[in-house]
T-cell receptor
């Protein structure tokens, strides 16, 4: 299957600083990528849809000024957590649909990155 | 209407047994139903997926059963192994939804030797 990578895998930062997380599709191009947040023992919560060449679409309740998303190319999306606070500590995961995997039926197979563990002190 | 309800929250199965996880949905526009497996500290990995034009799909020890009229689908893991111990998420999406997945709450499976 398709491969999605994330960097870094773990990051620890001080409160008030900004952290950038990269998501790359390694063997396919992705015009759309998704960013999720997952708290311990909980499900994945969709934060935003990253769109190449245009603004990201944020889910209700997600602060777009705090979670900056840039889809710089067809293989790279970045999530920047600005002015991070301890409550932002979480597991952040990106995903990308691999085009052409739906057999023309509209919903492509979605592949997830390995996740980034963010700890804000 | 956008929710996917998953049960049970946790499941303990003996090695060699059958693990069964159930999901239900409301939105009849959903037309893609994947199952993901997640190990601690890792991203979810696609296990198996089904579309509503079939009632069952089998891949190795993993089978999805799909009941369109009841708006329910389930994952069966045959001959469960300790290595299957993980969290399993069902999800749903629809063609007009730009690949956006709606996830269930997850089921933590423990397979005891």
């Amino acid at each position: 299957g398709a491969v999605v990578s994330q960097h870094p895998s773990r990051v620890i930062c001080k409160s008030g600083t900004s952290v950038k997380i990269e998501c790359r599709s390694l063997d396919f191009q992705a015009t759309t990528m998704f960013w999720y947040r997952q708290f311990p023992k909980q499900s994945l919560m969709l934060m935003a849809t990253s769109n190449e060449g245009s603004k990201a679409t944020y889910e209700q309740g997600v602060e777009k000024d705090k979670f900056l998303i840039n889809h710089a190319s067809l293989t790279l999306s970045t999530l920047t957590v600005t002015s991070a606070h301890p409550e932002d500590s979480s597991f952040y995961i990106c995903s990308a649909p691999s085009p052409g995997t739906s057999g023309g039926r509209g919903t492509d197979t979605q592949y997830f990155g390995p996740g980034t563990r963010l700890t804000v002190l | 209407q956008q929710q996917v309800k998953q049960s049970p929250q946790s499941l303990i199965v003996q090695k060699g047994g059958i693990s069964i996880i159930n999901c239900a949905y409301e939105n009849t526009a959903f037309d893609y139903f994947p199952w993901y497996q997640q190990f601690p500290g890792k991203g979810p990995a696609l296990l198996i997926a089904i579309r509503p034009d079939v009632s069952e799909k089998k891949e190795g020890r993993f089978t999805i059963s799909f009941n369109k009229s009841a708006k329910q689908f389930s994952l069966h893991i045959m001959d469960s192994q300790p290595g299957d111990s993980a969290t399993y998420f069902c999800a749903a999406a629809f063609s007009g939804g730009y690949n956006k997945l709606i996830f269930g709450a997850g089921t933590r499976l423990a397979v005891h030797p």
